[in-house]
């Protein structure tokens, strides 16, 4: 069964930077393609950044871009996302999610996707 374990969040002060991690099993790892998602309290999970199934092509959303970097080590089944420069509007529950393709990468697919992991909170907070 598909499974997700994100690990990496914490408390950070503002223009800190962490590094999450999601490790996945039960599926065809390198076949799809996987994004990034958050959610802040009272408010929708929406989509932070997807890397395509080789690590080649990756998209962002513009509130992440220039800061966050997303990445996959196929061997390790394993997709990272490193994220510099912090703000406060960063705090969320991180969750990383599978897709076909990152063409399909959008605020709406997370309101239909049904594979959740518990996430990782990241607090950015002086």
């Known amino acids: 069964q598909l499974q997700f374990v994100e690990s990496g969040g914490g408390l950070v002060q503002p223009g800190g930077s962490l590094r999450l991690s999601c490790a996945a099993s039960?599926?065809?790892?390198?076949?799809?393609?996987i994004g990034w998602f958050r959610q802040a309290p009272g408010k929708d999970r929406e989509g932070v950044s997807c890397?395509?199934?080789?690590?080649?092509?990756?998209n962002y959303a513009d509130a992440v871009k220039g800061r966050f970097t997303i990445s996959r080590d196929n061997a390790k089944k394993t997709v990272y996302l490193q994220m510099n420069s912090l703000r406060p509007e960063d705090t969320a529950v991180y969750y990383c999610?599978?897709?076909?393709?990152?063409?399909?990468?959008?605020?709406?697919?997370?309101?239909?996707?049904?594979?959740w992991g518990q996430g990782t909170q990241v607090t950015v907070s002086s």
């Open positions: 999610a599978a897709l076909r393709s990152c063409i399909y990468f959008s605020d709406s697919y997370a309101a239909t996707y049904n594979y």
């Open positions: 039960g599926f065809s790892f390198d076949s799809y393609a």
């Open positions: 890397v395509s199934s080789s690590g080649g092509s990756t």
